[in-house]
C-alpha cells in the first residue's frame, strides 16, 4: 500500500457524493451494491482513496463532489425529520425535493413541533453543530397550561431534574398570558435531548399544547411561511461555521434585534378615584 494514498471510509465517500447519508450508504456498502476496482465491498469499515481507486456504485460511476448548500426549512406539523417511516408518515425532505442536492437535517424536531430546521449536504458542519460540546443556542416559542411563576422560571435557568439527568442551564421568559390557563413562554437551549422542551415543562407541571423553534443558533424562521425552505445567506453560512467553532452565538449573530419576542408589559387598571385624578391632571395641563 502506498503511503500517499489518503484513505477515507467509503460510506463517508458516498455520503459526501450526495448518494445517501452515512448510515444508508452503510446499508448500501452491506447489500454488496459498491464495487471498488473492480471487486464488490460488503464491510463498511472499508477504506478508500477516491482520487485513486475506481468505485462503481449500482453499476454508475461515482458522481463528483457536489457543492455544499445550506438552506433553513419551516417545518410545518405532522412531518417526521428522518428520510423513511415505517408508519408512512410525512417527512420533511418531501418539502425539500425540488432542492438541487441531496441534503439532510440537522437535528431532529418531534412530530408535533414546527420551527426552524437547518438542512444541509455539509456533513462534517452538521456533525460539530449536533456535538455536545458545541451547545448551539435553540430558542423555541412554548404556549404552556398555566403561567409560570417565579419558581419555575428559576428551575428552567438552574435545571430541571428529568428520568435522564438533569438538564443543561436554560433561559426563559413568560412572552405573554393568552387567558387565565395558558401562557406563552420563551426558552433558549443549549442541549439538543429528545422531546427536551415538552418533558421539561411537564416535570414543571406546565403541559405544553404549541411548540415552535424560533432559531437555531443564530438563523431564524422570521417572515419565513410554514413549509418554506430558503438558502442561507453567505453570512448566515458563516455566523453557524463561527458557532460550530465554538464562538459566542452571540458575537456570530446579526447586529440587528428586530422581530425578536419582547415581553409584554401588564396593564394596570386604574380605581376610579385615580382615573379621576389622572383626568383632572389632564384638563389642568390642556388649560
Known amino acids: 500500500m502506498s503511503y500517499d494514498r489518503e484513505e477515507i471510509r467509503l460510506a463517508k465517500v458516498l455520503a459526501a457524493r450526495g448518494l445517501a447519508s452515512r448510515r444508508e450508504a452503510e446499508r448500501m456498502i452491506e447489500e454488496g451494491r459498491i464495487v471498488v476496482n473492480g471487486e464488490v465491498v460488503s464491510s463498511p469499515a472499508t477504506f478508500v482513496d477516491p482520487s485513486e481507486d475506481h468505485i462503481r456504485v449500482d453499476g454508475q460511476p461515482l458522481p463528483e463532489v457536489p457543492p455544499n448548500v445550506y438552506y433553513i426549512l419551516y417545518k410545518p406539523r405532522g412531518y417526521i425529520t428522518s428520510r423513511h417511516d415505517p408508519e408512512g ?17 440537522v ?3 418531534d412530530f408535533d413541533t414546527e420551527g426552524a430546521l437547518i ?5 462534517d458542519l452538521a456533525h460539530k453543530l449536533m456535538h455536545p460540546s458545541t451547545m448551539v443556542p435553540r430558542r423555541y416559542r412554548a404556549k404552556v397550561y398555566r403561567t409560570p411563576n417565579e419558581a419555575d422560571i428559576k428551575a428552567i435557568e438552574q435545571g430541571v431534574y ?11 421568559r413568560v412572552v405573554e398570558r393568552t387567558d387565565s390557563t395558558n401562557a406563552w413562554v420563551e426558552v433558549t437551549v443549549t442541549e439538543g435531548r429528545n422531546r427536551l422542551i415538552r418533558r421539561m415543562f411537564a416535570q414543571l407541571g406546565h403541559p405544553v399544547a404549541k411548540l415552535r423553534r424560533e432559531s437555531f443558533g443564530s438563523i ?44 409584554k408589559p401588564k396593564k394596570q387598571r386604574l380605581g376610579a378615584k385615580a382615573r379621576a385624578t389622572r383626568n383632572r391632571k389632564q384638563r389642568q395641563q390642556r388649560s
Not at 90 to 95: F, G, N, Q, Y
Not at 119 to 123: F, K, S, Y
Not at 162 to 172: F, H, Q, S, V
Open 89 to 105: 408518515r410525512k417527512s420533511v425532505l418531501e418539502l425539500a425535493e425540488e432542492l438541487p442536492f441531496r441534503v439532510e437535517p
Open 107 to 109: 437535528g431532529r424536531l
Open 119 to 123: 438542512l444541509t449536504n455539509d456533513g
Open 162 to 172: 428529568l428520568e435522564d439527568g438533569r438538564t443543561t442551564p436554560a433561559k426563559a
Open 220 to 263: 431564524t424562521i422570521r417572515g419565513m411561511e410554514r413549509g418554506q425552505v430558503r438558502q442561507l445567506t453567505s453570512d448566515e453560512v458563516q455566523r453557524l461555521r463561527e458557532v460550530a467553532e465554538g464562538r459566542n452565538p452571540r458575537a456570530a449573530a446579526p447586529k440587528s434585534r428586530k422581530g425578536f419576542a419582547k415581553a
